[in-house]
């Protein structure tokens, strides 16, 4: 099921979305629900919350000046990085602010730059996209761990317990395994960057081998970069 969020103060141009989405969707095989808002309410807060299915937001800006289309944008980045953005406004100026400031922005429309057929062209690719639900599992006596693989910023060793630690952007998870053991059961977006540490190549926007650091997309530097892993990647 993929929920279709509509934020838009305006009837016409809700109604105008919602009569694109239908016609791309009516001869597809796509289970879909779209929810409409004028404003910000706790049914959207809910909807922003729960990461339980894949969600398309089609945004205005010019929303109420107590709760922008910014301000909503701002929180559903700080609960959701995957599901996808689509801004349409009256306003090109707000384009650089808009892409400064929400993560992973997939178009930015002005409504009377021929809106219709750049919807059409978004919504087709974000449907006929195939979404990352790989997962990692961890399965003993003691823990159970079902973590998505996208998640995952790195892994590295406990230099005390001399276990690995599994750090994702909002939680970290202790698993008692070897760099060895646990690169087996991930994917190849997985490389080993130091002798305690694994990254996640996906989630890494800078490596500096010259001063021994990556960065993560979260902001995060960490001091675990090795010369002698990077001829291995």
Not at 62 to 86: A, F, N, V, Y
Not at 106 to 125: A, C, H, T, V, W
Not at 134 to 140: N, P
Request: with cysteine; hydrophobic share 35%.
């Amino acid at each position: 099921m993929v929920k279709i969020i509509i934020v838009e103060d305006e009837e016409k141009w809700m109604t105008e979305y919602e009569r694109v989405i239908n016609n791309i969707l009516f001869k597809t095989d796509k289970e879909y629900e779209i929810y409409k808002f004028k404003k910000y309410n706790n049914e959207l807060r809910d909807i922003i919350n729960d990461n339980s299915e894949q969600k398309i937001y089609l945004m205005d800006l010019e929303l109420d000046p107590k709760h922008t289309g910014m301000d909503i944008l701002r929180e559903i980045r700080e609960e959701d990085w995957d599901s996808e953005i689509i801004v349409l406004t009256n306003h090109d100026r707000m384009f650089e602010t808009v892409h400064k400031e929400i993560y992973k922005t997939f178009d930015f429309i002005e409504k009377f730059d021929n809106f219709e057929s750049r919807l059409i062209k978004d919504l087709k690719k974000i449907f006929n996209k195939k979404h990352d639900k790989d997962k990692f599992i961890y399965d003993t006596k003691k823990i159970k761990l079902q973590i998505y693989l996208k998640d995952i910023l790195y892994i590295y060793r406990d230099t005390v317990d001399r276990k690995l630690i599994i750090k994702t952007s909002n939680n970290e998870f202790v698993v008692n395994l070897t760099m060895n053991e646990i690169l087996s059961m991930l994917d190849n977006r997985f490389i080993q960057c130091h002798r305690s540490c694994i990254i996640n190549n996906d989630r890494i926007t800078e490596k500096n081998y010259a001063e021994g650091y990556f960065t993560t997309d979260t902001g995060e530097k960490v001091d675990l970069l090795s010369r002698k892993f990077k001829e291995e990647e």
